[in-house]
């Protein structure tokens, strides 16, 4: 079915949210809620219903209720305050108060969206990764950063145009590193090689005897790591804004945790809050070229990843991390992109990771975004450049 409001088109055939011809991307439970209450407009759609039919009648605390509510206002231009498209009954509900027109099925020969399945497997220390695989074709590993969470990421404004991309031309395998998202915590005793047994027990669990990486800062690290400990699984390597020590290593450190800022923001109370002005001015450091929705989605995408000591024990692994004498090892071919102006990661950063790398290519863009966003002028050159290297003979 079709369903036509507030200049939007919803396609249940097809799991699409459009505004003209132009895709709105949104995770699957929002588009659900919006399905539900476009399939009930104008009529008050219980809480109790729509954990039935969106979260299959399971436990569902209020709290993730009003976010995925949040997510779908966002996605159709509403707000809390305006609630033009969607209204919140306080203590009962929900109701689309737009005018919706059904328009009928889309025809027989659509091409579905492109889903993805989440499963778990052990590492080698008997915790849980979470990991997913979308598409079809060569395989392909996704390694993200620190902050991550595979269902939420799946319809991130900021994620999706990298994710489908990605999953149109291989076999997308993705997966929360421990600490973040759906994956088991981290805690004191973790190591680099601990990320790495991840990385493995993930690749052994898709069946993957070799495949490419497309690995994103600290993962870089990992994965680099993993590629000298195991070269003949690694066919390719992409690496954006990466990095063979962390912070903690490098000239002009901060000389205690008093002074990061990063570690001050964790401490403040505003992790994850899109409303705090110091978690908007630090997200901003990391994506300094993106919009305000793009900003909050990156909080947002924070606030679903993990709590704030799981925060706190990432960085202080990944700050002290050093896979420096491991980067002679990797044997791949290795495409390293680093932004030219990363305020977080120097650029100077990404090329002593490609010196490190016998035969490694270096891209420095012009870009200020510590990973591309769907808004930055170099996002088309950087995919292209990713995609034509993953593909080049």
Known sequence: MIYGFAGLTLNTDRMVLQRGDQNIPVEPQVFDILRVLAEHAGTLVTKDHLIEEVWGGRFVSDATISARINAARMAVGDTGSAQKVIRTVPRRGFELVAAVEETGSAPPDFQPEIRQ????????????????????GPPLVLAWHQFSHLETDWGSPLMTPILRRL?????????DIRGSGLSDPIDEHDTVDTHVDDLIAVADAAELDCFSIVAVLQSAAIAAQAAARMP???????????????????PGAPESAEHDPFIALLNSGGWGNPDNPFMRAWATMVLPGASHNETTDLILQIAHSGTTRQALLQRKLIDN????????????PTLVIHPRLGALHPAAEGRRVAAGIQGAVFLELDSANTFPIPSDPIFEQQMSETLGFMVRE
Do not use: H, Q
């Open 232 to 250: 003949e699984r690694f066919l390719r390597m992409v690496l954006w804004s990466a990095y063979a020590r962390g912070r903690a290593l490098r």
């Open 321 to 332: 991390v050093d896979v420096t004498n491991s980067l002679p090892l990797v044997k791949c």
């Open 167 to 175: 999953a149109s031309r291989f076999r997308l395998i993705r997966y």
């Open 117 to 136: 399945t989440i499963r778990y497997t052990k590492s080698k220390d008997g915790r849980s990764i979470a990991w997913s695989s979308a598409g079809e």
